[in-house]
């Protein structure tokens, strides 16, 4: 897909594409009918994921093996379901601006484990851009912090999600991107599978619609993303990823007539300041390395 014959060009479009797609598809979260579990819908997003990722397996069948750390496999599946159910029972039941804001405290989980689980060393400057992270993610709602539900759900979605991405790059040693993706794709569609066991139910028309619309988004997200990285490096990318929150406000105010108010606002800024600043500061590390392995 080429909009430009300049690869930054391409890898910004997309990437803002992908960051667009992704809060239209929370924002049709928040519009199912709320007698749906959310293990359901979990469980049929995954199956489109499934299906997207058919076409890949074919076309690389030969590179996918066997593997010797099924354990971890186990452990990321069910962390990414559990980070799943989280992130949509966040979505359904928080402003959306508010719930994207948390979401972008990510990378400051994954770098906190980072350093606790693979003894990554992490510089002064870095500690003060993670402190500044988690005041954000206080500031962001000071009264009701402790006591939200769906406050909790959200930050609690982006720990499990860290502790995948750790998990990630422990597998990435041994297997294949190929073999990562089989063995988590299947594992989460039979995970969410059990966890409707006991929750099956109807779907009227309009809810099927709008599960079928988010499968379509979230693969649409998935393919922007990784197609942006084809044309530029991460630390190029983020950025542009980032436009979620203001995409996330101007879903809220249009479609759902949610105001933030001056604590997301501010809060926001500094999750926002201290997730690029983390992004930047990897990848200032990264072609330092790169430039004394050439030497």
Known sequence: ????????????????????????????????????PTTLVVFIRTCF????????????????????????????????VCSMLCTYYAYRNLPIAFATSIGMSGPLFTTILSIILL??????YKWLVIILGYI??????????????????ALLANLLAASAIIIVKILSRYDSTITIMLYT???????????????WQLLDLKDFILISFMGILGITTQFCSIT???????????????????????????????????YTVFGSAA?????Y?????????ANTTSNEFKK
Request: hydrophobic letters at 50%; proline letters at 5%; aromatic letters at 10%.
């Open 1 to 36: 897909m080429l909009f430009s014959p300049k690869p930054s060009i391409n890898s910004a479009i997309l990437a803002t594409l992908g960051a667009l797609s992704l809060s239209i598809s929370m924002s049709l979260a928040k519009q199912l009918n709320h007698s749906i």
């Open 49 to 80: 994921g499934l299906m997207f990722f058919l076409p890949i397996l074919v076309a690389n069948k030969k590179v996918i093996v066997k593997t010797k750390k099924l354990p971890l496999y186990v452990a990321r599946i069910v962390l990414t």
């Open 119 to 124: 003894k990554e060393k992490i510089s002064f």
């Open 136 to 153: 954000g993610v206080v500031v962001v709602r000071p009264v009701s912090f402790f006591l939200d539900l769906g406050t909790a759900s």
């Open 185 to 199: 794709n299947i594992g989460i569609t039979i995970v969410s599978f059990l966890f409707n066991i006991h929750g």
């Open 228 to 262: 942006a990285l084809k044309y530029s490096s991460p630390s190029f990318v983020a950025p542009f990823e980032y436009t979620r929150i203001f995409f996330a406000i101007l879903i809220g105010l249009t479609v759902f007539d949610e105001v933030p108010d001056i």
């Open 271 to 275: 999750i926002l300041s201290s997730a």
């Open 277 to 285: 600043m983390i992004t930047y500061l990897d990848s200032k590390n």
